[in-house]
């Protein structure tokens, strides 16, 4: 397609910047890098200290988990009104832009209910579960410039259940790009965790499960909520099970290739997983929690444990370890590369833009619209693999 003017508009939280605190900054730092690389011109509205090597226009000075912790000040008006204030100072940086189109990857309803209401070009990627205030501001009547991508059929279900318009759900994959994680035909007879330290992210339950098994196991992540180390992972960490901290780039791809299976435990409805793919493309099998979208992306790469125990998920990481490395790398290369990821967002930027370009006003009924992405159609529910 012709050369975009892309605005990524992010949340700000964290910075978009390696190594990533989470699933949704690795996700807006690709996506911007990818679209660049691809030729349109991309615009990054982040928090200030964010990478500088992005075109990079700052829409508060820092990310405000450094001020003002979200474990501590979630239910905070403070923290509202200060998310309040940055997102509508940013709303307008970015419509004096001059943009094309606008890809939001965040989580505050202000964008979306701008974009409605002024015919802006957009797509809002939902990262989480329908939560109270972005799904007020997502399930409301379509608009033909306004889709939103969710990253797996699972979610789709789950926003459609929660009262959104079902023709402006889309479905794209998150994907990676399979040379940042070197396939390794072998593993070293290890385990790897890998993802943010808190509570429904299950790091706790996979070194115990780790314990059971009596295998090795290194967990990395970011340290997101201190006392749930403390109390419940720091007992964990003797033995083989060890924390070596937060790692990113070369050193934790290397990680994650040398092990001989990953463990993935989401306690929460996971949107995506996208540590699952990221072990999958070093051929590393995943054994993993059954909840969310894991089932739906692990496939034949991996093993769920027959319940949510230490032992249930001992045993699926005794099976999932004997796979075939091949599996996981083939599936990761078939369907959750970036190239897939951003020939999906391409389509829609499209189909926003010509919304717009029709100009046609708000709908009180969901239109039968038929996209030119196959992947967002209505999706089927996720079957086993």
Known sequence: ?????????????????????????????????GLAARGHHVTLYASGDSDASLELVPIVDTHYERRMPWAQYRDDARLRAHLDSVHDAAWSLVRGGG???????????????????????????????????????????????????????????????????????????????????????????SAVWAGRITPNKGAHLAAAAAHRAGIGLTLVGALEDRDYFRHRLVPELHGKVRYAGHLGGDRLSALVGRASVSLFTPLWEEPFGLVAIEAMASGTPVAYIDRGAAREVVGEAGVAADGESPEALAAALERARRLPRELPRRRVETRFTLSRMLDGYEALYRECIDGAERGEPRVTRTPRVKSRVARCRPAARPVSA
Not at 19 to 31: I, S, Y
Not at 156 to 175: E, F, H, K, L, Y
């Open 99 to 189: 943009h094309d189109v606008i890809h939001y990857s965040g989580l505050h309803p202000l964008p979306i209910a701008r974009a409605r209401a002024e015919g802006v070009p957009m797509l809002a990627s939902l990262h989480v579960p329908p939560f109270a205030r972005l799904a007020e501001a997502v399930n409301v009547a379509v608009t033909l410039h306004l889709r939103f991508s969710v990253t797996s059929a699972r979610q789709r279900d789950v926003w459609i259940g929660g009262g959104s318009p079902p023709d402006a759900i889309c479905t794209v994959a998150n994907g990676i790009d399979p040379a940042a994680w070197p396939y390794r035909p072998e593993g070293d007879g």
């Open 1 to 33: 397609m012709s050369p975009l003017r892309v605005a990524v508009l992010a949340h700000v939280r964290h910075p978009i910047r390696p190594p990533f605190e989470g699933g949704m900054e690795a996700h807006t730092w690709h996506l911007a890098r």
